[in-house]
């Protein structure tokens, strides 16, 4: 979600999973979603996305596992520096 809204990921940057699975426990087994959000608002390049960034839905909670460990990674932000200094100025002026 919101990838358009990271500098990184709009300028040909990408996010390389680190854990594709994080146990969840749901409260209505009707309602089982098909995938968990990832708020990718104002990632940079070199940084890491942990559980803080999840958008859970109302029925969904963390499994045990991960409660636990609230700073497991589930990914890091990587790219190429392709901006020069004067658009990552402006990119971030525009916020």
Known sequence: MNKDESYALRKDGFVLPVQRFVQCLVCDVSSIPEYIAV????????????QDRLILPGNVELGHKHLANDNFILGVVFGSNRASSEELQESRQDT
């Open 39 to 50: 708020d990718c608002s104002g990632l940079e390049i070199k940084q890491v996305i942990r």
